[in-house]
């Protein structure tokens, strides 16, 4: 600041004191601009404003990659669990039996018999024979669709069986019935006969019967033709035995 002489104020003068060595005066250097108040104010707010910006954004950019983490770290452990599932499902189908199912549903087949080809040599050891499949059952592992396959095929065969044996038993009944019809119609054309005999018998009796009561008839008035000849005989004597 610079130092500036003011006039003093009216007053009675002092008494005068002893003179004493006053120091020199010099120069004051000007003092630099500043700035007013409401641009400062004004520059204060904008670095306020900008600095809480700045920690909005940073805040939100924080929060951003947390979520981002969270994501990643459930993503990381979904491809863990599906990792051991597949290993798993790895370790199951590694498996003696499944492998056993699988070679029996591609139609492989163990060999009792069975020959080894010596590399590099290409010498054979054993003899090799062709198998039917059936040589060792114990060693055929079936898989649950052949299963299900042979169980379907079974039930097929009791069905068919059964249909078979209820025809069979439709068939006896319907020959049962046939024979007892022809027994019936047999006896029916035997009662016939017998009753075709029996009238023809009794046609026979009447007609014996009728001749033998015309012949009757026949002697009767025979007789009766005889009995008046005989009686009109002496009736025609008189008359000549009195000439």
């Known amino acids: ?9 009216d007053r ?4 005068p004191a002893p003179e004493v060595q ?3 005066l010099r120069a004051v250097p000007r003092a630099k601009p500043r700035l007013a108040r409401v641009p ?5 707010i904008a670095i306020f404003g900008a600095g809480m910006t700045g920690l909005l954004m940073l805040n939100t950019t924080l929060q951003n990659q947390a979520f981002e983490a969270s994501q990643l770290n459930r993503q990381a452990t979904e491809l863990t669990y599906a990792r051991t599932d597949l290993e798993s499902q790895l370790d199951k189908m590694a498996a003696p039996q499944v492998l056993a199912q699988r070679a029996t549903a591609l139609g492989l087949r163990a060999n009792p018999h069975p020959a080894f080809l010596v ?3 290409g010498k054979v050891i054993g003899k090799p024979q062709p198998v039917s499949g ?11 669709a052949e299963l299900t396959a042979e169980r379907l095929a ?6 068919q069986q059964a249909l078979e044996r209820a025809a069979q038993a ?3 009944a319907a020959q049962d019935q046939a024979r007892a019809a022809q027994k019936k119609i047999d006896d029916a054309r035997k009662a016939a006969e017998a009753a075709k005999q029996a009238a023809a018998k009794e046609a026979a009796a009447k007609e014996a019967a009728a001749k033998e009561a015309a012949a009757q008839q026949a002697a009767a008035k025979k007789a009766a033709a005889t009995k008046k000849a005989a009686a009109a005989r002496p009736t025609a004597k008189k008359p000549g035995g009195g000439g």
């Open 1 to 9: 600041m610079s130092a500036l002489w003011a006039p003093a104020p």
């Open 12 to 15: 009675k003068e002092p008494a």
């Open 22 to 24: 006053r120091p020199t």
């Open 40 to 44: 400062f104010i004004l520059v204060l």
């Open 119 to 121: 590399l590099p040599k």
């Open 134 to 144: 059936n040589e060792v059952p114990t060693l055929i592992v079936k898989t649950p």
């Open 154 to 159: 079974a039930d097929v065969r009791k069905k």
């Open 170 to 172: 439709r068939a006896k």
